[in-house]
């Protein structure tokens, strides 16, 4: 079986699977005779390219450091995990970070980076995956192909969306909100250079930009183009067992200056209402489609803290959140009582008017659930 495997890879049809993949300056110049030595045995890592003529040749290992690096990078977003001996140049059978290689464990990833280390690309040969993509090493987004999993995810500069460390204004507006700059630096607060009371989200993926999200002082929101549909500070959950979702940016801000940084927020606010209806199909749960992108992040949590605002849509959104990710997992926070008629809406208010040490106590006291309505 291994043996036909093998020889399937190597079969001249193989090069024409690659070749939606090459972008059109490249694909010019790829040969146009079938190369025969284009694979190798699964049980190896690498194997050498052909030339035009169908004969192995001597790999030039002249390449740019830099490209690599950032070639690097965006592979481990996807889970492509690139050792040293992954050079431009080469084939590499490696293990698909999406089906990992079926019942057998196989190297069924084929990847390449091309001489120069401009970009690379990759197609999985098991039939029930076939996950294919390419990644550039400049700022273009990498894309991911084939599989109900894959997705794509761009990398985007600090540049280029105009953004600049936060000022004495913005400084000011955070701290009559309790949160402090040392809080905003190490979540990468930023403002619009252009517009100086613009605060800028930066949202993050493995320590790459990867979106942004806009909010004026007067509380006018929208999204940068682009940006990924994910938990604003997802990094800050990776090895937690213990999570805190909550309804805003600024909330997830003000539960660090409580001392939580196991904490994320949702990108896109709270429905108008609770649904009624059966949960969608994850291809069509679009208004949570932020939560079927982190799966991987939350599948491994042992307990959800819901810290939603404290009116219909906080409401709402807790319930969603909860059908979703199982009710047994989830606790409710309720935040307390400011008056015979109120009560507190969210966790800056009450980081605002009872502090840090308060805030702490509520969502440590959050109940199941279960119990909860």
């Given at each position: 079986?291994?043996l036909f ?5 190597c079969h ?7 070749s939606?993949?090459l ?8 040969p146009?005779r079938?190369c025969?030595?284009?694979c190798?045995s ?5 194997t ?6 169908g004969?192995?040749?001597?790999v030039d290992?002249?390449?740019d450091?830099?490209?690599m ?15 040293n001996?992954c050079v431009?140049g ?5 293990f698909?970070?999406?089906c ?18 401009e970009f690379a690309?990759?197609?999985c040969?098991r039939v ?9 090493a400049d ?10 999993n894959?997705?794509?995810y761009g ?8 953004l600049e ?6 400084v000011?507006?955070f ?7 040392k809080?905003?630096?190490r979540?990468s607060?930023?403002?619009?250079s252009?517009?100086k ?6 949202y ?8 942004c999200k ?5 509380k ?7 940006t990924?549909k994910i938990?604003y500070g ?5 090895n ?8 805003g940016?600024?909330d997830?801000?003000?539960?660090e200056e409580?001392?939580?940084?196991n904490?994320v ?9 609770v649904s ?22 939350l599948?491994k ?10 009116d ?5 959104l807790a319930?969603g959140?909860?059908k979703?990710?199982?009710r047994?997992r989830?606790r409710l ?6 008056d015979e ?8 208010e009450?980081?605002r ?20 309505n």
């Amino acid at each position: 079986m291994s043996l036909f495997r093998n020889q399937w890879l190597c079969h001249p049809l193989t090069r024409s699977l690659f070749s939606k993949l090459l972008p059109r300056t490249y694909a010019a110049v790829f040969p146009s005779r079938p190369c025969l030595v284009w694979c190798h045995s699964l049980a190896h890592a690498t194997t050498a390219p052909c030339s035009p003529d169908g004969v192995g040749q001597v790999v030039d290992n002249t390449f740019d450091a830099s490209k690599m690096k950032v070639l690097k990078q965006k592979m481990e977003l996807l889970g492509i995990s690139l050792d040293n001996s992954c050079v431009p140049g080469q084939y590499h059978n490696l293990f698909c970070p999406k089906c990992k290689g079926g019942k057998l464990e196989e190297r069924s990833l084929s990847f390449h980076i091309i001489s120069d280390g401009e970009f690379a690309m990759w197609r999985c040969f098991r039939v029930d995956c076939g996950w294919v993509g390419q990644v550039f090493a400049d700022d273009k987004e990498l894309y991911g192909e084939g599989g109900a999993n894959a997705r794509s995810y761009g990398q985007i500069a600090e540049e280029s969306l105009g953004l600049e460390p936060v000022g004495p204004k913005l400084v000011s507006y955070f701290k009559e909100r309790l949160i402090s700059e040392k809080t905003l630096n190490r979540n990468s607060v930023r403002q619009l250079s252009a517009n100086k009371t613009v605060i800028a989200f930066t949202y993050k993926q493995n320590g790459l930009l990867v979106g942004c999200k806009f909010r004026t002082i007067d509380k006018r929101f929208w999204q940068g183009k682009g940006t990924d549909k994910i938990l604003y500070g997802i990094d800050d959950i990776r090895n937690a067992d213990e999570i805190i979702i909550v309804e805003g940016e600024i909330d997830k801000l003000s539960l660090e200056e409580a001392g939580f940084q196991n904490c994320v927020s949702v990108p896109g606010g709270a429905p108008g209402k609770v649904s009624l209806k059966d949960l969608p199909p994850i291809e069509k749960d679009t208004a949570f489609q932020y939560l079927w992108n982190c799966k991987e992040y939350l599948d491994k949590v042992d307990r959800i803290i819901l810290a939603t605002d404290n009116d219909l849509p906080g409401q709402a959104l807790a319930e969603g959140l909860a059908k979703r990710l199982g009710r047994e997992r989830c606790r409710l926070v309720h935040w307390p009582k400011k008056d015979e008629f109120d009560s507190y809406k969210d966790a800056n208010e009450v980081l605002r008017y009872m502090g840090a040490d308060a805030l702490r106590r509520i969502v440590e006291n959050a109940e199941p659930y279960t119990n909860a309505n």
